[in-house]
């Protein structure tokens, strides 16, 4: 009867022991996933920030183009207004 319950008791142990096991495998592969998951949103935000403030210089160009092509054309407009009038 002795022998009966040492035997149960390791065979609990070893399946407390299995059990830990797979529990700190599932851990870790959830602190793994979640590393990553973390990490490529870390990424996927910085990209679109980038390339929303890459957008925005470009629309800055343009505009600067052409408020300054506009400058150009009102100046020209004036001198040829005042060679007219001579």
Known sequence: MALI????NIDL????EK???SILK???IGYALGIAIVGIMAYLGIK???EAIDYQNEKYIEEREKSRNFKIVDKLEKRISTLEKI
């Open 26 to 28: 599932l851990i870790t």
């Open 48 to 50: 679109g920030t980038n």
């Open 13 to 16: 142990i070893n399946r407390k």
């Open 19 to 21: 059990m830990e096991d």
């Open 5 to 8: 319950s040492h035997c149960a």
